[in-house]
Structures are given as C-alpha cells and as structure tokens.
C-alpha cells in the first residue's frame, strides 16, 4: 500500500500535463490524478494554436474570388459572418475539451476541476478544500499573455480575449512583432479589420531569419496592414477621456468580461499616443507584447523550487526540480514554448520517472511555423546564427508562385537552405510560401537526420511545386 493518495499527480490539463498523465497511467500502470482550474485542452486548443489556426483558415477565404476570377470562374465577392464563425468555433472548442476529459478517463486518470498549490513536496491544496499526497507531483500550467507597463493598458485587450469578442472591431491597432502579433494582424486584415500594427524593434519576427522575416514584412505591408517598425506607443486611454481629439466621439465605457482571468477591462474606442508623437483612435488595441508562466500564487518557492526572472520554474534536462519529487513541462519552463515540445517534454517525463528509462529532452532542430500569410516555416539555424558559428554556404531563391503569378498579383516566396561548409550538414531551412508549414515538417526530418546538401541535391524534385526549388538550387548566392 502506497503512503500517498497517488503516484503521480499533475497540475494543469494542457497538451503537456494530459498526455504525461495518460501514458503515466495508461501505459505504466501507475496512480494519477490531475487538476485544472479552467478548460481541458490548455492554451493550445482552448485560446491558442486551434482556434488561431480555425482563423487563419476563415481569413484565406478572402482573396480566393479575386484569384479565381483570374481563372475563369463566374464568381463574387463574399461577406465574413463573425457571428456565425464564431458559433461554430465555440462548438468546436467544447469538442475537443470533450475529446481531452475522455483520453484521461479511457486512462484512468482522476480529474479534478479545481485550482491546485503546493503545501510541500508531497502534498497539494485544491480550491475545493481536499488535501493530495503524491510521491510525484508534475507542474504543467502553461504561460499567459502579458499587458505592457504603461499608461492604460488596461484599455487593450490580449490574444486569449480575441476568440471571445461579440463582434469584430473596425480598425485594429496591434502593438507587438513577435509571432502572435504577426498572425493576428494577418488573421484580422483578412477578415476585414483595417489593421495597424506597431512594433519598437527595426524588424519584426525577433530571432527568425532575416531574409525570411524582411519578405513577410514586405508581404503585409503589400496587402494593406499599416505596418510601423521602431514605433511604441507611450499612453493609452478611452477615446472618451481624450480630451482635444477631434476624432473622438462621446462614448459610454462598457466592460469586456474576460472571465479566464478574473477581470474585466473597458470595451469601446481606445485612443493611443505613439513614440513618434502620433495620435489615433481604434476600435480596439490588441497587445501582444510578451507572455509570463503560470507560476504566480503556487507556493514553488516556499518549498525550494527555483523560479527564474520571468517566473519560469527552473529544470534540469530531465525536467527535474531542485526538489527532487517536483518536475514541471510546458511553457511554464519557459525552454521551447510549443505545443509538440510541451507533448515530448512529457513523454520523456514519463519515461525517466515510471519507465525506469532517463530520457532527456531534446530541444535541438525543432520545426516550427508562423501563420502569417504568407507562412514562414523554419527549422534549424538562421543566417545570421550559423555565420557566427561557423564558416557556412547560403543557397536560397525567391520567386513568384505559379498559382498567384497567372492571378496577377505580386506574392513571393522564399527557399533557403544554411549549409556548414566543413560538414556540408543542412544547418537550417527557411521557407516563406503558402503551406510553408507543412513543408517543413518533412524537411525537419531530414534535417534532424543530418542530411548534406549533396542528400538533398541527390533528391528528384517534385514538378511543377513551389517546394521543388529546395532540390534545386546547385550554387550558393552567399558564403558568410
């Protein structure tokens, strides 16, 4: 008989905290329960990459009757029905947690809907008064977005608020460059949103490759989103409360309930003063400035757990705790914060713990994508990352798609391939084109795999594709 109520209890039902308590339960026979203080699915699935995806698909829709009509088809421009999509979108959402709350019953997982703190390296305090020991306990709590510190940033809204508003603002003013601010300002410029987006840095998409992030830039800004680089903004307030503002009308403060956090912030025009000494009201200002761990009010560093400057729990490679029985996965730790590797940290979590099997996460050549439009998928090292570690070969064309070249319209993608010139190892591969994303999962295979460029040249191209040019290209355009 165990001295504890469980051998593994978990904190947070997210991507992460679910699959490690399924596998832990349902495939090492062992003891576990978990605790969510909200939605089933975590950020990915309830407020973040489902939904956001389920609105890059709603927003593609809006320039397929011009392109079509360049291809003969008899066809007229439609209307984007928020109401309706986001009914279905709601529907789709209880689905899934649905789909969530059964993995962990088919496992024999206890759920328990209820907020969770640690009283000691054993024991957690629900916020529905039960008291649970665990030999093992997992923190799996995710991240939030953050508001900047400035004057009225309370009139702004944040990306979890976006899936949940009544209807779509007129005009959007979007402060942020990282990927979140990007896909948003494409999403919403897409479904009608005049759409302006301020960013402090000289470029946006911070870290990506530079030649990959000036295209997408380029992109956006030819499609009509009022992009302004080295640009913040220092004040913001109800257009109401703007006194001189001409373009301000008489408006009555309303409250947007975000009911995921506990608060409530004003709904209504918001006028902003930018760095460059700029005026303006929107409908609505959307920050997306940065995100913060979940750690705050959890008792972690009243029992030794080391918590870093942005509130991330600090871990070993084995996802391990100072304190030996407490692990944490996720955003939470702040390393990767994606969905595939919150899943993997998890697996590997199960592995060395109940498998008897130490498996350390692997955080090298991860693929990833940036919805924009057009998408950006990367794996591997930047231009600019390689050359500072070694001596490297650039290959890399850009070019007018097929499908958007017969249309007419100016769209460009982007191949690019980072090559070691000692080892001829593919370093990184960069791709900006529609579908970018799906590419560059099957190129991070090879890639992971430790592929040449000579494996890559060795490769038939598929004819007539955008992707074919990854084969292709036989001369380096650079070596840096």
């Known amino acids: 008989m165990s001295a504890f109520d469980y051998d593994l209890f978990v904190i947070g039902g997210g991507s992460g905290g679910v699959r490690a308590a399924r596998v832990a339960a349902g495939e090492a026979g062992a003891k576990v329960g978990l605790a969510e203080e909200s939605r089933y699915g975590g950020t990915c699935v309830i407020r973040g990459c489902v939904p956001k995806k389920l609105m890059v698909f709603a927003s593609e829709y809006a320039h397929m009757p011009d392109e079509a009509r360049a291809y003969g088809w008899d066809i007229a421009d439609g209307s984007f029905d928020w109401t309706t999509f986001s009914g279905h979108l709601n529907t789709e959402l209880d689905r899934l947690e649905e789909v969530y709350r059964g993995l962990l019953r088919g496992s024999g997982v206890d759920m328990y809907d209820a907020r969770a703190v640690l009283k000691d390296p054993h024991t957690v305090a629900l916020s529905t008064g039960e008291t649970i020991t665990a030999k093992h306990i997992l923190v799996a709590t995710g991240g939030r977005p953050v508001r900047p510190d400035l004057p009225g940033a309370d009139c702004g809204i944040v990306s979890d608020d976006i899936f949940h508003l009544p209807e779509l603002p007129k005009s959007v003013l979007i402060v942020g460059g990282g990927y979140i601010a990007c896909e948003f300002a494409c999403i919403l410029h897409g479904l009608g949103v005049e759409v302006t987006q301020y960013y402090r840095g000289a470029q946006i998409l ?10 997408i830039a380029e992109a956006m800004r030819e499609r009509g989103i ?36 506990g608060t409530e912030g004003y709904d209504g025009p918001v006028w902003v003063k930018a760095t460059n000494g700029d005026t303006k009201v929107f409908d609505r200002v959307l920050f997306a400035t940065g995100r913060k761990p979940n750690t705050d009010g959890m008792g972690l560093e009243d029992l030794g757990v080391e918590l870093g400057r942005n509130g991330q729990i600090v871990v070993d490679a084995y996802s391990q705790t100072k304190v030996p029985s407490i692990y944490a996965i996720g955003d939470v730790t702040d390393r990767v914060n994606l969905t595939p590797v919150a899943i993997r940290e998890g697996m590997a979590f199960v592995e060395t713990v109940f498998k008897g099997n130490p498996t350390p996460v692997d955080h090298d050549l991860i693929p990833s994508a940036v919805f924009t439009q057009p998408e950006l998928g990367t794996v591997g090292l930047s231009e600019e990352a390689a050359r500072d570690q070694e001596e490297v070969e650039i290959y890399a064309t850009s070019f007018r798609p097929m499908q958007t070249a017969f249309a007419q319209k100016p769209d460009r993608v982007l191949m690019k391939l980072i090559v070691s010139k000692a080892t001829r190892k593919v370093l990184g591969c960069h791709i900006v084109a529609p579908g970018a994303g799906e590419m560059i999962q099957l190129a991070g295979v090879a890639i992971k795999m430790g592929a040449t460029k000579e494996d890559f040249d060795r490769t038939v191209a598929v004819h007539p ?16």
């Open 465 to 480: 594709t955008m992707s074919e040019e990854i084969v292709t290209m036989r001369q380096p355009v650079r070596t840096a």
């Open 206 to 215: 911070r870290g990506f490759d530079e030649e990959a992030r000036g295209l």
């Open 226 to 261: 009022d992009l302004h680089t080295g640009t913040n903004i220092v004040e913001a307030r109800p257009a109401a409360e703007a006194e001189g503002d001409e373009m301000t009308a008489p408006v009555e403060a309303r409250q947007f309930g975000r009911a995921e956090h």
